[in-house]
């Protein structure tokens, strides 16, 4: 098969399709899908409904699973066992819109505006799903036949944790048995710089109470003679890190992988301005390890911040309390093969440890989600490469993600699955915030490369 | 003249007038003078004009004094230039009330339960104001005249830091011409244990804002680049004191005065009970500075405390961001002879040599106050020393006082005077609480005690 013929023919029927194709998607765009909030409960099932519905339209078979919280959508084409399954992973729900007042347009009339298409939910995630979902229809215009067996598991929990996946997974594992596991939810380096994430961060996210008087104490009448509960909270997180910004909980650093010098030389070879970048994020300076840059930090490195601290009186002007109570949200991020819990008891034992006099401190558990790391060898990887390649005309970057995407451990446990993580929004396509879009030739080159990866993944086998 | 006989003339009396004496201070306390809040604005009129015309029954020549906020209740009775003069200081503004649910009975509706009267100002400071009122109607009962000069200065900003009153002395010096000035704003030791009041702490109130990015940041994206507010903030607390409980600030502790071994041996012989103390405050240990007793660090020790810290996401759960900034508010309580301005630069210096890289830190003044001395042999001490004994039939306890009354040192800049601090409300009488109160037979002490030590005022002059 002529690989550079068959590309040209794909884009040949995008062009023709585009124009159905995205009202299609704005269709999509308009339910308010959002999951956080239950005012917005018809939507979610709405958009499950919407998304059936076209699955159907397009030829495959199509189910809404219920789980414990919002449903799942599966749908399915093709069933030859001579040919390898690839399982694509989306969702349907969306971020909250406020503010309302900073978008352009509403977040749920969407509208196209100087080549992108701005609408919550434009680029994280379901236009990313329906560059999947075009790519299917796109093959199928040209042929009947697909290279590759299909399933597609888009859920309505994901920004929201996904906290009733990891037990359907476990429920269902049989129908979603898959050979390749496809997500479309990071984005790409920069504009033409197509990119495969290998490693994602992992998170431990706890609370620390601090505790040392029943109730407020006048600070004039009693200063001198209890423990400040913020002091010596303080002093606790004054002890996480050191000025080397090295995290200090005994055992921290046990685990963590060596970069290799290949990887080093591989993430320093992307370029990236230092400047621009604090500029953009307005910070007066980088801080952090000194033997790893920036990308190496954020991606490959582990780290540990202050998300939030609350105690004591935080009006305006000043009232004279020793407060009774303090608290800290703190969050590590983590990196193969560091292990969450074994980190977690170690921080519970450290700040018992190092807890000053008169202070009761509690460490209390919000998450603990493992970091993933993905061999760059594997033949989905291998395939999704080539596919990127053809499409950009660039070797894509191999590059880390900071964030978490706490449910990919969950394929990978439950159906032995490592994600190819292709995605294709652009960093300032402000998801999660105002404004949220996604280039239509992002969305083009989106389906464009599904479509050939997908051939990709059925000629290597 | 046989004081011991007055003494029981002048408890006659109180006896004979306690329930119209109580009824008109029951009237007052009806009045709602909540002087920080601007809807209660006609009630600091209400309370002023109670005042006035309450002063000019009894015979005095009052009037109401505008100052650039609430007005003054100046009163006089006596012009004798062979008569010592007293100020008597007090306010008749209240703190604010709520939370309303947990008063057993309303804040301004007075009531009478097992011995104690029940309303917000009942102790601090309208019954205390009644108390010398009405140990001058006693007096004047028994003789048309009375052994000193009598000024009253009550004022309607005390509670919200007297903001007017050090301008209004400053213009009205030659009115408010005395050789003493007597305070009952300040608390007895314990029941039946009657105190004098010699030392206040001063206070010197910052914030400190810390910043390192212009806006919040993804904490998975970002972690590990950029100096995190609230950790950096939390390093900077951390440095404030050491282990052992000293201030860090250079130079903190330079003027600080020495106890003398005398004044140690009177503080410890004051009876206090470390556990019980504990116990009452829900501490689970005392800690401090180690070669202090804990009335010696609460009175006499300079100290330092955060008051209140906030940053980043304080809402349930967890969010995953690095916050752009943090503030906390850190009160220093000072003691003689330490200067609040010279502590203050200090720390702004000291702040910045130890701020971490990549942060911004601006220290803000809220308030700088001077701590007060006041001399144990003068001659008004000694006078009211002379009148608890007579009242109590035991010796006053000189303490002191941790928390501040800004205002009198404006009384020392102005007018020269050094206060008396003879207050007669109990430690657990709820000021600033919800079910403020203050007992009858305190009341009655109160009246007889003020009555006795204008004798003892006359006589050693």
């Not at 582990?302 to 004591?312: A, E, M, Q, R, S």
């Not at 594997?378 to 070797?395: D, H, P, R, T, W």
């Amino acid at each position: 098969m002529n690989l550079h013929a068959l590309s040209q023919d794909i884009s040949a029927v995008i062009e023709k399709h585009q124009l159905a194709d995205l009202q299609s998607l704005k269709n999509f765009l308009k339910i308010p899908s959002i999951s956080t909030d239950p005012h917005y409960r018809n939507a979610i099932d709405d958009a499950a409904c919407f998304l059936k519905n076209y699955f159907e339209e397009l030829g495959l078979d199509s189910e809404i699973l219920p789980t414990k919280g919002h449903p799942v959508v599966y749908a399915r084409l093709g069933k030859d066992p001579q040919k390898p399954t690839v399982l694509c992973y989306g969702h349907y729900d969306v971020q909250p819109a406020d503010p309302l007042s900073l978008w352009v347009s509403g977040p749920f009339d969407p509208q196209i505006r100087d080549g992108y298409l701005y609408a919550r939910g434009a680029s994280d995630d379901k236009g990313q799903v329906f560059c999947h979902i075009h790519a299917v229809k796109t093959l199928l215009t040209l042929s009947k036949e697909l290279p590759v067996n299909l399933l597609f598991l888009i859920e309505g929990e994901e920004e929201i944790g996904s906290p009733h996946l990891k037990d359907f997974l476990k429920e269902h594992r049989e129908k979603f048995s898959a050979q390749f596991l496809l997500v479309s939810d990071t984005p790409m380096y920069a504009p033409k710089m197509p990119s495969l994430c290998y490693g994602l961060r992992g998170l431990l996210y706890v609370e620390l109470h601090a505790k040392s008087t029943k109730i407020d104490l006048h600070s004039g009448q009693q200063g001198g003679i209890v423990q400040n509960p913020i002091l010596g909270l303080a002093y606790i997180l004054s002890q996480l890190k050191n000025k080397e910004h090295d995290v200090q909980i005994p055992g921290f650093y046990q685990n963590v992988r060596t970069l290799s010098s290949e990887e080093k030389r591989m993430i320093d070879e992307i370029p990236f301005d230092e400047k621009d970048y604090a500029l953009l994020l307005g910070a007066k300076k980088f801080v952090g390890e000194k033997d790893y840059s920036v990308n190496m930090r954020r991606w490959f490195r582990p780290t540990l911040d202050c998300n939030g601290i609350v105690g004591g009186y935080t009006g305006p002007g000043s009232k004279t309390i020793i407060p009774a109570m303090a608290s800290a949200k703190i969050s590590m991020r983590l990196v193969s093969y560091q292990d969450p819990m074994v980190i977690f008891n170690s921080l519970q034992e450290y700040v018992s440890r190092i807890c000053p006099e008169g202070l009761e401190v509690s460490v209390d558990l919000h998450t603990a989600s493992e970091p993933l790391l993905i061999s760059k060898d594997s033949k989905g990887i291998k395939a999704a490469e080539k596919a990127l390649k053809m499409v950009f005309g660039v070797n894509p970057v191999f590059q880390g993600e900071g964030g978490s995407i706490p449910i990919l451990n969950a394929f990978k446990s439950t159906l032995g699955l490592d994600p190819i993580l292709m995605g294709f929004n652009l960093p300032d396509d402000a998801i999660h915030a105002p404004n949220e879009r996604f280039g239509i030739q992002q969305y083009r080159d989106g389906i464009h490369s599904t479509a050939l990866f997908f051939h990709y993944i059925g000629l290597d086998l």
